[in-house]
């Protein structure tokens, strides 16, 4: 089956969750929608919503939360339906 990297469009600090007290956007295993929120990255106080961009079931989560990101860097990794 086809993978597909879900990157980073834009450098900064990549979340998880959108608070500390609520669960997290996506876990292996889990199945998503293209329009479904992997995850945020935040540069200079501005949240970015990231996008899974296929349909499929998460098969990594490569970045840590919390972590600074750079444009273009895997996030997560998605087994494509199909």
Known sequence: MARHDVVSPI???????PDPNTPEYVEVGQQVAAEDTVGLVEIMKSFHQIPAGVAGTVVEVVAESESVVDAGQSLVVIEVDG
């Open 11 to 17: 450098p900064g600090v990549f979340y998880r969750r």
